[in-house]
């Protein structure tokens, strides 16, 4: 009986240097450089609007961060052997314990996600709180000093 998800020893190349992403690397670089020149022309160049160019570039070397983010996450190595196939494929180890948890997981969860599906017969009121009531009141209390002469508050009903 032969496996149908088996694991090929897959050789990864080995990058020297900046790593894989080379281009997020160089932007990253290329926005540092470009932040700090232009920070230096607003502190150095004597101009009258000198805060823009400041402000500016260390907007420009702040934006920089995405790129290092960007190079950074995308150099990171996870063996292959730690990966997992998201289209139903799961590592060979994870056969015994592993397999009972998430069918129990699974079963658990479709149990309770079926329970709180709504259907004509079992609507629920605002949280869950029974079927709503068909005759709601309202209760206003104001202040009835215009109609009569006595500072008492009125209540009123009104039915919808």
């Not at 658990?108 to 996600?113: A, E, K, N, P």
Request: aromatic residues 10%.
């Amino acid at each position: 009986m032969s496996n149908p998800a088996q694991v090929e020893a897959v050789m990864e190349r080995s990058y020297r240097g900046v790593g894989r992403c080379k281009c997020s690397f160089w932007f990253a670089v290329a926005h540092d450089i470009l932040g700090v020149l232009i920070m230096m022309v607003g502190v150095f160049g004597g101009l009258a609007i000198h805060d823009l160019f400041i402000y500016g570039g260390a907007i420009v070397i702040f934006l920089s961060l995405i790129w290092w983010v960007f190079w950074f996450s995308g150099n990171i190595d996870v063996p292959p052997e730690e990966l997992e196939d998201d289209v139903g494929l799961v590592k060979l180890r994870n056969k015994g314990l592993g397999r009972v948890v998430r069918r129990v997981s699974n079963q658990l969860s479709s149990g309770i996600r079926n329970s709180l599906r709504k259907n004509g017969s079992t609507r629920e009121g605002p949280a869950g709180m029974g079927p709503p009531n068909s005759e709601t009141s309202l209760f206003t209390i104001y202040d009835g000093g215009t109609a009569s002469s006595s500072k008492q508050f009125v209540r009123e009903t009104l039915s919808i």
